[in-house]
């Protein structure tokens, strides 16, 4: 008489829209025992204040499964709540915290990481966007068998795919999102028969994904268009790509740029200097120029910039320049 062996206990670790469809992963796996949802506590956003709960979280209690959202992972009732719950697995995708060397050794097989690069290049907090920006070839998702180090253990299976030339953070995000769970769905029978052998990473090959600020997103007119035109995609829809040019009564104003400018041929002028053309703005830039026809004025909406010239009267010589 065939017994049906004991399912997994498997505990996630994940916090933005990113790691939710691992968690569905997880939850329809005939071999996992979903325990538990690790997230970051709910953040406060909106003019009034109200908290947040992380989608993971929200995506755990549609599911009915359980939510722990640990201030300290070294300390407090969480290091005592894992040794209870006893899993044989952590799956961690984009939680937003370094592991302990506790919590790294406590499962039977581990913890595992889904990493949206294709390591040993982007390690760290912002892999999709820095990919975007440095016109990478392709990009793709790592499962990696986690260590101590930041993004540095070997990697269990790897899937890549082409950046396409209108590629955004926004849609590499929801292309790479996609691949991570079914990647780790795909991975999970021989993860859990320890069939996937490691692959070491070259650690000489390593690149740096810093973790991005708003201060990313200034344009310095004074670099190529090719890589400006490459953040402006790469940093959509967050921290965005902006400059600033002065209104009529002198202030400076924040102007943002969005994905769609077209590299051209480079007029006389100074970097960051606005050129009419009909219904854009053409802006020189250290090399080449960029063809800007949408952009959103500080304290209004996004609109065309033939609609924005209406009622906002350029000075001669109006520059685009950092603040």
């Known amino acids: 008489m065939s017994t049906v062996p004991p399912r997994a206990r498997v505990i996630f670790m994940g916090t933005p829209d990113f790691a939710v469809p691992c968690i569905g992963a997880l939850h329809a796996h005939r071999r996992v025992e979903l325990l538990l949802v690790v997230c970051q506590p709910d953040k406060v956003h909106g003019r009034h204040s109200e908290p947040q709960a992380p989608p993971t979280k929200v995506a755990a209690q549609r599911l009915g499964v359980p939510v722990a959202q640990p201030t300290k992972l070294r300390s407090g009732d969480f290091p005592e709540l894992l040794r209870e719950l006893a899993p044989d697995l952590v799956v961690v995708t984009a939680y937003g915290r370094i592991l302990p060397d506790a919590l790294l050794a406590l499962p039977r097989l581990g913890c595992v990481n889904v990493h949206a690069s294709l390591l040993p290049r982007w390690r760290g907090a912002g892999p999709i966007q820095w990919a975007v920006a440095a016109g990478d070839a392709e990009s793709g998702v790592c499962l990696m068998q986690m260590d101590s180090g930041l993004d540095t253990g070997p990697v269990l299976r790897r899937a890549a795919i082409p950046l396409r030339p209108d590629e955004t953070g926004a849609t590499l995000h929801d292309r790479l999102s996609a691949l991570g769970s079914a990647v780790l769905a795909e991975s999970l029978d021989a993860l859990l028969d320890g069939d996937l052998r490691p692959t070491p990473q070259d650690a000489s090959a390593a690149t740096l994904a810093p973790i991005l600020t708003r201060a990313h997103g200034q344009l310095d007119f004074a670099l190529p268009a090719v890589e400006l035109e490459r953040r402006i995609r790469a940093f959509h829809p967050w921290p965005g790509a902006f400059s600033h040019i002065f209104g009529?009564?002198?202030?400076?104003?924040?102007?943002?740029?969005?994905?769609?400018?077209?590299?051209?041929?480079?007029?006389?002028?100074?970097?960051?200097?606005?050129?009419l053309d009909g219904d854009a703005w053409i802006v020189p830039c250290g090399e080449g120029a960029l063809r800007v026809s949408e952009v959103q004025l500080e304290g209004k909406r996004r609109m065309a910039v033939a609609e924005l010239v209406r009622g906002f009267r350029l000075p001669p010589g109006a520059r685009l320049v950092g603040v």
């Not at 009564?249 to 606005?274: N, Q, T, Y």
């Open 248 to 275: 009529n009564d002198g202030r400076a104003l924040v102007v943002k740029l969005f994905p769609g400018v077209s590299i051209v041929a480079r007029p006389a002028g100074e970097p960051g200097e606005i050129v």
